[in-house]
């Protein structure tokens, strides 16, 4: 079965960097697109970041680029977030997702398989 176990989340201090990582199995990863999402307190889910099967295209929501950076090693069936010059508008509980296919698109409805997350607190 479909496993997402994510991993690598802490508290930060604002202007520090974490690195999130999502071990994946019961599927052929390498033929999957990822994404990762975040959930604050009291707030909706919102779209952080999509990688392509291959790792050749990603995607970002404003709110988070240039500041974090997607990336997947396909021989350890691995996506990883890294987030730099975290702001405390960045806390929440982060999730990674399992695409239907190779859409990496943001958004939620071609995701099909979630993490249970992982906590991100960034305060001084």
């Known amino acids: 079965q479909v496993q997402l176990v994510e991993s690598g989340g802490g508290l930060a201090q604002p202007g520090g960097s974490l690195r999130l990582s999502c071990a994946a199995s019961?599927?052929?990863?390498?033929?999957?697109?990822m994404g990762w999402a975040r959930q604050a307190p009291g707030k909706g889910l919102e779209w952080v970041s999509g990688?392509?099967?291959?790792?050749?295209?990603?995607v970002y929501a404003d709110s988070v680029k240039g500041r974090f950076t997607i990336s997947r090693d396909n021989a350890k069936n691995t996506v990883y977030l890294q987030m730099n010059s975290l702001k405390p508008e960045d806390t929440a509980l982060y999730y990674c997702?399992?695409?239907?296919?190779?859409?990496?698109?943001?958004?939620?409805?071609?995701?099909?398989?979630w993490g249970q997350g992982t906590q991100v607190t960034v305060s001084s």
């Open positions: 019961g599927f052929t990863f390498s033929s999957y697109a």
């Open positions: 990688i392509y099967s291959d790792g050749s295209d990603t």
């Open positions: 997702a399992k695409s239907k296919g190779t859409d990496y698109r943001l958004g939620g409805e071609q995701y099909d398989y």
